[in-house]
């Protein structure tokens, strides 16, 4: 018990956190609370419930008992005060969006960002009346133009999808402040165990769970993390009268099993991608490799001090444009032609024909990605194998 002080370690927190098995039987893992609704013990409890000043299950819609574990330990990890977990990184964002913007309000972004957080914000929201501005949030003096009186969320990637430029998020979290309105940073790509926005100054952090948190490839799913007071207006307006993204307990559960191996994954990921992203930089065929733990990033410094590794994502673009990078993808043996990110599997993939084919050819270019981009999701196979792989079909590409 001397030891109770010290605040437990991040793979501790990610395997125990939010759940005591005392609580069930002594199930080492959670429960899977499969009901759509729970039963309460009389009209009085139920209008409390309702009225909020008794606590207490309503409608998994709102809340679930397997999803609390879930939001739990991913407030605690991302040291955030609460968390809310839905059912796609998409429901997540629009539940943000929806609940603290109305019409006549502005959005700054980042100019490079996921392609449907891009068709949301550039093509859908202009319907509700929300303006978005894009700016290069690389260069604070652009953050601080694009602001105007109507600007109520400022909302990043870092690093960004797919260029992977990296954004200071604790410089863009002071410009923020100091003008009264809320960051938003989309931490899909970093996962809390490499780079914790809040702790950086950031107001709310989004998640596609999809990716590295459920890290298997097998469900989807979002999160949102903030302070209480923001967290109770996403689930009881966004989520619960908006949206209605929430997630099923089944999911919880599963990522809540991703999470346990989250430390060790992410380890992995990162130095096999350090590795794959020198050796792809040094090919003949290989115009430039786009990756924060090289030293021909820009960022790199800016990289190495904001987040603990360099991630599992690389852009690479070929020196053949884009029919090389058509042949390499049609190449690869190992590695999986497919959209998608953070699994055990290397994936790979083509931005402007795929994931960012939302964006059209002028503001691919406006926004600072080439239509030679290739995209590729590390996996966790043999770094070897990996490699092998992506030098044999960069081979059949130059021969
Ligand atoms: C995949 C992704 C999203 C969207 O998440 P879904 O779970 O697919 O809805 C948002 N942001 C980033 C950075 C992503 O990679």
């Known amino acids: ?16 956190e939010g759940y005591d098995p005392q609580d ?61 977990a839905s059912s796609s990184g998409m ?20 100019k490079t960002l996921y392609g449907c957080t891009f068709a949301l914000l550039q093509h859908q929201l202009e319907r509700f009346g929300i303006v978005t501005r894009f700016a290069d949030l690389t260069r604070p003096e652009e953050l601080r133009a694009a602001l105007c009186p109507q600007t109520r969320l400022v909302f990043t990637e870092t690093p960004s999808n797919p260029n992977m430029r990296v954004i200071d998020i604790e410089a863009t979290a002071d410009i923020c402040r100091k003008a009264g309105v809320l960051l938003a940073v989309d931490n899909t790509y970093c996962t809390p165990y490499l780079q914790r ?20 490839g097998d469900l989807l799913a979002g999160a949102i993390v903030a302070r209480k007071e923001l967290i109770d207006q996403f689930r009881f ?16 559960f599963l990522i809540l099993r991703g999470l346990k191996t989250l430390s060790l994954r992410m380890d992995r990921h990162c130095e096999t991608a350090l590795k794959l992203a020198r050796d792809l930089e040094a090919h003949p065929a290989v115009e430039s490799v786009f990756y924060p733990g090289l030293d021909s990033h820009p960022q790199k410094e800016l990289a190495a001090r904001q987040m603990r590794g360099f991630g ?37 993939q083509h931005p402007a024909s795929m994931t960012h084919a939302t964006y059209t050819p002028e503001e691919r270019a406006q926004h600072g990605f080439t239509d030679g981009l290739v995209r590729l999701s590390v996996g966790l196979e043999d770094y070897e194998d990996i490699h092998a792989d992506l030098i044999q079909a960069l081979g059949r590409v130059s021969g």
């Open 237 to 252: 307006t966004g989520i619960k009268e908006l949206n209605g993204a929430c997630i099923s307990a089944m999911d919880a």
């Open 1 to 16: 018990m001397q030891n109770q002080k010290r605040p437990r370690g991040f793979s501790t927190r990610a395997i125990h």
């Open 91 to 110: 429901g997540a964002i629009t539940a943000v969006i929806w609940t603290l913007l109305k019409a006549g309000d502005a959005i700054v972004a980042d």
């Open 197 to 216: 926005p809040i702790a950086l100054g950031a107001d709310i952090v989004l998640h596609s769970a999809t990716k590295y948190l459920g890290g298997h």
């Open 312 to 348: 599992g994502m690389i852009g690479m673009e070929l020196k053949g444009g884009l029919p090389a990078g058509r042949a390499f993808m049609n190449a690869v043996e190992l590695a999986t032609l497919a959209v998608s990110l953070g699994d055990a599997e290397t994936l790979v």
């Open 24 to 84: 069930y039987h002594g199930a080492l893992n959670p429960p899977v609370f499969l009901t759509s609704t729970f039963a309460f013990d009389s009209v009085e409890t139920g209008a409390a419930r309702f009225a909020g000043t008794e606590p207490g299950y309503i409608y998994s819609r709102v809340g679930n008992p397997t999803a609390t574990v879930l939001e739990s330990r991913l407030a605690a990890l991302e040291e955030g005060e609460a968390a809310l």
